[in-house]
C-alpha cells in the first residue's frame, strides 16, 4: 500500500472502532511518527508488511480490530535503544483512544502494544497472533530478511559495527534456543523454516566476518 492507502485504511479501522470519531489528527500523528528522519526500519512500510501478514491471517484471529489497533500504535514511539519504547506507544494509544474506546478494548490492544517486547511466551493466543505478526519479517525470503536487517542497523549509527554485531549475534544466538519463533500454527507453519534459515545464514556471516 502507498501512503494514501495506509491514510485511508487507518481513517476506516478508526472511525469504525471509535463509533465515528474524527481520525484525522491520530492519521496526522500516526503518519509524522513512522516518518521520522532516523526511522529505517520502524516506518510505514513495516505497518504494511505488518497489515499484510495481519490480513492472511485473518480468519484465524477473533480480535481482529484489536489487534489492528495494536499494530498501528506498536512503534509509534520508537527510539533505538530505549526499554519504554512499547510503553510509550501504549500511552500514546491511550492518550488518543481517551474518550473514544471503550476501557476494555483500551486495556486489551495496550497489552498487545506491551508484548511486542517480546519478552517470553505469550499470555494468549490473541497476543500470540500479534507478535508473530511483529516477528513475521524473519520469515522473509532472504533478500528482504538482509534488506530489513540492514533497515535495523541504520537506524543505530552511533554504535559502533563491533558493538553492534555483536548484540545483534547475542540477540539471534538467544531467538534459536527457543522451541520455535512462531507461537502460533499459522505462522510456524508459513514462516518457521525460512526464519530459522535466516538467523542461520545471517547469524554465520556475523561470525564469519569475526563477531563472534
Same mark, same amino acid.
Given at each position: 500500500?502507498?501512503?494514501?492507502?495506509?491514510?485511508?485504511?487507518?481513517?476506516?479501522?478508526?472511525?469504525?472502532?471509535?463509533?465515528?470519531?474524527?481520525?484525522?489528527?491520530?492519521?496526522?500523528?500516526?503518519?509524522?511518527?513512522?516518518?521520522?528522519?532516523?526511522?529505517?526500519?520502524?516506518?510505514?512500510?513495516?505497518?504494511?508488511?505488518?497489515?499484510?501478514?495481519?490480513?492472511?491471517?485473518?480468519?484465524?484471529?477473533?480480535?481482529?480490530?484489536?489487534?489492528?489497533?495494536?499494530?498501528?500504535?506498536?512503534?509509534?514511539?520508537?527510539?533505538?535503544?530505549?526499554?519504554?519504547?512499547?510503553?510509550?506507544?501504549? =500511552?500514546?494509544? #491511550?492518550?488518543?483512544?481517551?474518550?473514544?474506546?471503550? &476501557? !476494555? %478494548? *483500551?486495556?486489551?490492544?495496550?497489552?498487545?502494544?506491551?508484548?511486542?517486547?517480546?519478552?517470553?511466551?505469550?499470555?494468549?493466543?490473541?497476543?500470540?497472533?500479534?507478535?508473530?505478526?511483529?516477528?513475521?519479517?524473519?520469515?522473509?525470503?532472504?533478500?528482504?530478511?538482509?534488506?530489513?536487517?540492514?533497515?535495523?542497523?541504520?537506524?543505530?549509527?552511533?554504535?559502533?559495527?563491533?558493538?553492534?554485531?555483536?548484540?545483534?549475534?547475542?540477540?539471534?544466538?538467544?531467538?534459536?534456543?527457543?522451541?520455535?519463533?512462531?507461537?502460533? =500454527?499459522?505462522? #510456524?507453519?508459513?514462516?518457521?523454516?525460512?526464519?530459522? &534459515? !535466516? %538467523? *542461520?545464514?545471517?547469524?554465520?556471516?556475523?561470525?564469519?566476518?569475526?563477531?563472534?
Amino acid at each position: 500500500m502507498d501512503t494514501g492507502q495506509l491514510a485511508d485504511r487507518f481513517c476506516a479501522t478508526w472511525a469504525r472502532c471509535t463509533g465515528g470519531a474524527d481520525p484525522s489528527p491520530v492519521w496526522q500523528t500516526v503518519e509524522k511518527r513512522y516518518t521520522e528522519p532516523h526511522r529505517f526500519y520502524h516506518n510505514l512500510d513495516h505497518l504494511d508488511h505488518c497489515l499484510g501478514e495481519l490480513d492472511a491471517a485473518r480468519e484465524k484471529i477473533e480480535e481482529f480490530d484489536a489487534t489492528e489497533l495494536a499494530i498501528w500504535f506498536h512503534d509509534i514511539i520508537y527510539v533505538y535503544g530505549a526499554k519504554d519504547n512499547e510503553e510509550r506507544s501504549a =500511552d500514546a494509544l #491511550r492518550y488518543f483512544a481517551a474518550s473514544h474506546l471503550p &476501557a !476494555n %478494548i *483500551t486495556d486489551r490492544v495496550s497489552e498487545f502494544i506491551i508484548a511486542t517486547k517480546h519478552t517470553g511466551a505469550a499470555a494468549d493466543l490473541g497476543i500470540a497472533y500479534l507478535v508473530d505478526i511483529d516477528l513475521s519479517g524473519f520469515g522473509l525470503p532472504w533478500e528482504g530478511y538482509l534488506a530489513d536487517s540492514n533497515a535495523l542497523r541504520k537506524e543505530a549509527p552511533e554504535v559502533s559495527d563491533e558493538q553492534y554485531y555483536r548484540g545483534k549475534l547475542r540477540f539471534l544466538t538467544e531467538l534459536q534456543t527457543w522451541d520455535s519463533l512462531f507461537q502460533t =500454527d499459522f505462522f #510456524r507453519e508459513r514462516l518457521e523454516a525460512n526464519a530459522q &534459515a !535466516n %538467523i *542461520t545464514r545471517y547469524s554465520g556471516d556475523l561470525r564469519a566476518k569475526g563477531f563472534g
